[in-house]
Structure formats: structure tokens, C-alpha cells
Nanobody, 114 residues
């Protein structure tokens, strides 16, 4: 079993920055892909950014020039640096790990005020 624990969410004004983190523990298979998805009220969960063990990344078009995903393989931790945040970025951000199975964290709230 794998556990994912997110941290770093909160309230920020539009144009501000925030970094969220996710630490994985348990029976982690490697290689794997870790990443972030988000779900706003009334909307479906959507991909934000993912990063493979190799370091290759994929971003949603809406965040590609503002967010940066990174990971520390020795700590099984993934980070999301979010800059120039917009009110439409407000959502619950979920950490994911895809290896032998698909695992999800409980989510962390990010709220961007206008």
C-alpha cells in the first residue's frame, strides 16, 4: 500500500505564489509517475502536471507557463511551484502516484482571491 500526504495549500491573492508538496510512503514501485490533479467545485478532476522518475514532465496548457513540477526521488516527494496564481486556479489539489497501482492523496485546498 502507498500513502500520499499533501501539504502547503492555503489562501493567496491573485498574482501570488504558493508551493505544495506531497510525500509518498509505503510500498512504492519504481519507476513511477507522480503528479498533481485538481478539482474545482462543480467541475471534473483535471490534470495539472505530472513528472516521471526520469524527470520528464507534462503540464496542462492552462498552467504550463506559470507552474513548475519537480520531484526528489530519494525522498519520494513531488512539489508544485505555482506562480502568478489566478482565481480560476482555486481548487482542491490532489497528489497522485502511478506505478503498480494508482494512488491518491486526500487533497489540499488552494484558494486564490481576486
Amino acid at each position: 500500500q502507498v500513502q500520499l500526504v499533501e501539504s502547503g495549500g492555503g489562501l493567496v491573492q491573485a498574482g501570488g505564489s504558493l508551493r505544495i508538496s506531497c510525500a509518498a510512503s509505503g510500498s512504492i514501485s519504481r519507476p513511477n509517475t507522480m503528479g498533481w490533479y485538481r478539482q474545482a467545485p462543480g467541475k471534473q478532476r483535471e490534470l495539472v502536471a505530472i513528472i516521471a522518475t526520469s524527470g520528464s514532465t507534462k503540464y496542462a496548457d492552462s498552467v504550463e507557463d506559470r507552474f513548475t513540477i519537480s520531484r526528489n526521488n530519494s525522498k519520494d516527494t513531488v512539489y508544485l511551484q505555482m506562480n502568478n496564481l489566478k482565481p480560476e486556479d482555486t481548487a482542491v489539489y490532489y497528489c497522485s502516484l502511478k506505478g503498480w497501482g494508482d494512488y491518491w492523496g486526500k487533497g489540499t485546498q488552494v484558494t486564490v482571491s481576486s
